[in-house]
């Protein structure tokens, strides 16, 4: 018999999605998934504040980085990708075992 999950806590929202998504990005490499679950919200509603924090960050001479999705059956790498949600399936070995992409914020030199 599966264990049930334990309840979300609602996050309070003392700062914007995006506030709290660059804060926790320039700590440290996240998934989408991670930031997800960590600001209690849907990793679609995730992606689309990246999209924005990516080109605000830009307008600040900043990046955010993106250690790319790989395969973990075949080990291809898809650093060609910008986009920020996992791939389904490798184009090499057709695996659908795809390890997520990992993001982050340097801090400024």
Same mark, same amino acid.
């Given at each position: 018999m599966p264990? !049930?999950?334990s309840p979300r806590v609602p996050v309070e929202h003392?700062?914007?999605a995006r506030q709290a998504l660059r804060e926790r990005l320039e700590?440290?490499?996240?998934? =989408?998934?991670?930031l997800a679950r960590e600001l209690g919200q849907r990793e679609?509603? =995730?992606v689309a504040?990246? &999209?924005h924090l990516r080109r605000s960050l830009a307008r600040d001479g900043l990046t955010l980085t993106i250690e790319p999705a790989s395969c973990d059956r075949c080990g291809? &790498?898809?650093d060609k990708r910008t986009r920020l949600s996992r791939p389904s399936?490798? !184009? &090499?070995?057709?695996? &659908?075992r795809i390890s997520a992409p990992r993001l982050s914020i340097p801090a400024r030199r």
């Amino acid at each position: 018999m599966p264990t !049930p999950r334990s309840p979300r806590v609602p996050v309070e929202h003392t700062e914007t999605a995006r506030q709290a998504l660059r804060e926790r990005l320039e700590r440290g490499a996240f998934t =989408v998934r991670e930031l997800a679950r960590e600001l209690g919200q849907r990793e679609g509603d =995730v992606v689309a504040h990246l &999209e924005h924090l990516r080109r605000s960050l830009a307008r600040d001479g900043l990046t955010l980085t993106i250690e790319p999705a790989s395969c973990d059956r075949c080990g291809f &790498e898809f650093d060609k990708r910008t986009r920020l949600s996992r791939p389904s399936r490798c !184009p &090499e070995c057709r695996g &659908e075992r795809i390890s997520a992409p990992r993001l982050s914020i340097p801090a400024r030199r």
